[in-house]
């Protein structure tokens, strides 16, 4: 069992649906990382955050210690949004979650 | 501000060869993290440095993976040999202090093992 599951794997939505992706990890942290990866190309790093909420343009995390889950939302969502979307956990090591595939669709 | 370099960004080499892969993490970043990533996995840690020291090398095949980060500064990853479960992207990341702290990855360098 992986320490971090992520869920969707696979989603597809059009061009202004509200988006939400979720993670749940089951290891001690001290802070929760949402990365952001398009093909071919690097990952960014969206959000640090180790409780409450952060909010970065149309950009949302949330997360909630005590139940282990994190969700990130995306409003409006537009073409240029379609990446794959990486959770990550920090413990005693980094933990990764495999990542949620999105396509937005104009 | 310049982020994480990598290079090369692709690399093709047959089984058994060696391979280097080189990062110049982000100015003053103490912490370095080198990955592996197999396509549609997400990605492992293969080691990190604090400064110049290992603070984690659990998932690294030491018969075959090697990484050294002499100054504190950039670093380099070797492969040798390389077998073809190698072929995967190998992202370096760095950040400030550590985990806890915002880590700001490459573009990566995708190696593929023929």
């Known amino acids: 069992k992986n320490e971090v599951e992520q869920s969707p794997q696979n989603l597809t939505a059009q061009e202004g649906e509200f988006i939400t992706i979720n993670c749940s990890y089951s290891v001690g942290i001290s802070a929760l990382h949402w990365l952001q990866q398009h093909p071919g190309g690097g990952i960014v790093s969206l959000f640090m955050?180790?409780?409450g909420k952060k909010k970065h343009g149309r950009l949302i995390a949330t997360i909630n210690i005590q139940e282990k889950h994190s969700s990130l939302h995306i409003t409006a969502s537009h073409p240029r949004d379609s990446a794959v979307y990486i959770c990550a956990v920090a413990g005693n090591q980094f933990y990764f979650g495999t990542g949620t595939s999105l396509t937005v669709i104009p | 501000e310049a982020g994480v370099a990598q290079s090369p960004r692709y690399k093709i080499i047959e089984k058994r060869q060696s391979v280097a892969f080189w990062c110049n993490p982000i100015s003053g970043h103490a912490t370095l993290y080198w990955y592996q990533q197999i396509l549609g996995q997400g990605p492992k840690l293969l080691i990190q440095?604090?400064?110049?020291?290992?603070?984690?090398d659990s998932q690294l095949p030491k018969d075959r993976f090697s990484a050294e980060r002499l100054k504190g500064v950039d670093s380099t990853l070797k492969i040798q040999p390389a077998k073809l479960e190698d072929s995967a992207v190998y992202l370096c990341?760095?950040?400030?202090?550590?985990?806890?702290?915002?880590?700001?990855f490459g573009q990566g360098t995708r190696l593929t093992v023929v």
């Open positions: 440095f604090q400064n110049n020291g290992v603070v984690d």
């Open positions: 955050l180790s409780s």
């Open positions: 990341a760095s950040s400030s202090r550590g985990r806890n702290t915002e880590a700001f």
